[in-house]
């Protein structure tokens, strides 16, 4: 069993420097002052020193010691996801519900048409994208998203086709089977495995005092017959896998791959090992990185690190036999979302490494683990926004985005020396 500690992160050396690029960057700004009620939560943009090395562009044979995060695209309103189209373009959903595209580094101004309204309050609206992993012969894309009211609301995952601008067929392939109230909680990150099945992290539905069938609604994750705090794993077409879990159990949803989870924002298959990792909210601190395996119990809100944002200790417990403790977890909290597990050669150095966004933190998370999984080092590479997710390129440049009314396309450069 996989030990909770807490992380001592090590101090960063600042370099006002920046890549040679004819693409301009944002402003600095100073940081906001994040409230403890609010985990989902802004310091300058610049170059990291780090330990190691550096890369030139066309030549990746030296290590990495800077990166420079460069703005690639600005003006996204709340940017949430992004998916690379065969051509090279980008797509990239904005949480009030618009599709947009950026083709050679420049974001076209009219979004893409044939999307229904989705419902855009709190953390819901146009949420996760990905691409079937024969979109080239179908041109199927997957979005996860909010839908339905104030009142009764629930994550869903539709499929539509891709014809030029515009998304015909549409067609919902999952609804959570829980309708919540409120705008918290709704997960929403997509994964393809390598059987081509496809996990949706399912948030929990929400804090205190919200409540479900007369109970908080939190303790749904450990209800094996809602889908609340649970990854479901579907067919390309929504139905439940034969080999899943729970299929025959009875007193289990079929479309169970693991429960017990908060609310997973960042979601990652490391292609090298295939071992799938996420980062999931925490209350008050208590935020989580797990390697996740079917069947698994990952514990909320039984034990947790976290704290009542009202104060006190959720739980008096933060390990129990037969649920997965964390490969490590934050307090204060970063609100993680967006991951990435490096396999390129743009920054030799960084295989294997987990890049982990944060959203109070305005960072991304460099974490090194040795081959049994611990943690062995953890830096940060501040980029001036709430990091809403972090993406390995086609190219093999790491990408960021940047939730904010303005929010940034962003691209870590190894600094040329």
């Known amino acids: 069993m996989l030990t909770r500690f807490t992380l001592v992160l090590r101090p960063l050396v600042w370099l006002g420097l920046l890549g040679s690029c004819t693409l301009s960057t944002a402003p600095s700004s100073p940081p ?18 780090d330990t190691e090395a550096v890369t030139d562009l066309e030549n ?21 996801s992004m998916a690379w189209l065969p051509n090279g373009d980008m797509l990239i959903t904005e949480r009030p519900g618009r599709l947009r595209r950026v083709s050679n ?11 229904p309204n989705v419902l855009a309050l709190g ?32 994550t869903q995952v539709a499929r539509a086709r891709l014809q030029g601008d515009t998304l015909t067929d549409w067609t919902v392939i999952f609804a959570n089977n829980r309708d919540k109230s ?10 393809w495995l390598p059987d081509n099945t496809l996990l949706v992290a399912i948030g929990d539905g929400g804090n205190p005092p919200l409540e479900l069938e007369g109970n908080l609604i939190r303790n749904q994750a450990q209800n094996r017959q809602t889908l609340l705090g649970s990854i479901v794993r579907l067919t390309d077409t929504g139905e439940a896998p034969s080999d899943n879990p729970f299929v025959d159990t009875p007193e289990a949803n079929p479309l169970i791959w693991s429960y017990g989870h908060r609310n997973i924002q960042g979601l990652a298959l490391d292609p090298a090992t295939d071992q799938v990792w996420a980062t999931e909210h925490g209350s008050r601190g208590g935020d989580e990185l797990n390697q996740l395996a079917a069947s ?72 090194e683990v ?20 972090v993406r390995q390129g086609p190219d093999g ?11 940034r396309l962003v691209r870590l450069d190894p600094a040329v020396q």
């Open 32 to 49: 906001a002052q994040p409230s403890a009620a609010a985990p989902e939560a802004v310091t300058d943009t610049g170059s990291v020193t």
């Open 60 to 80: 990746p044979i030296a290590t990495v010691n800077q990166v420079n995060p460069v703005t690639v695209v600005t003006g996204l309103e709340h940017p949430w």
């Open 105 to 115: 580094g420049v974001l076209e101004p009219t979004p893409l048409s044939g999307l």
């Open 123 to 154: 953390q819901g609206g146009l949420l996760d994208i990905a691409l079937h992993p024969q979109f080239e012969t179908n041109g199927l894309i997957y979005l996860a998203y909010a839908a339905g009211t104030r009142q009764a609301n629930r």
């Open 182 to 191: 409120g705008g918290q909680h709704f997960g929403s990150r997509l994964l």
């Open 296 to 367: 698994e119990n990952y514990g909320w809100p039984v034990v947790t690190f976290s704290e009542e944002y009202s104060g006190g200790p959720i739980s008096t417990e933060q390990s129990r036999p037969g649920m997965v403790d964390p490969i490590t977890h934050w307090t204060p909290a970063i609100a993680p979302s967006g991951l990435a597990i490096y396999r390129g050669d743009r920054y030799p150095q960084w295989q294997g490494q987990i890049f982990a966004g944060g959203l109070v933190s305005q960072d991304v998370k460099r974490i």
């Open 370 to 389: 040795d081959v049994n999984g611990n943690v062995i080092n953890e830096t940060a590479i501040p980029i001036g926004q709430r990091v809403r997710d």
């Open 397 to 407: 440049f790491l990408y960021v985005l940047t939730d904010d009314p303005n929010g």
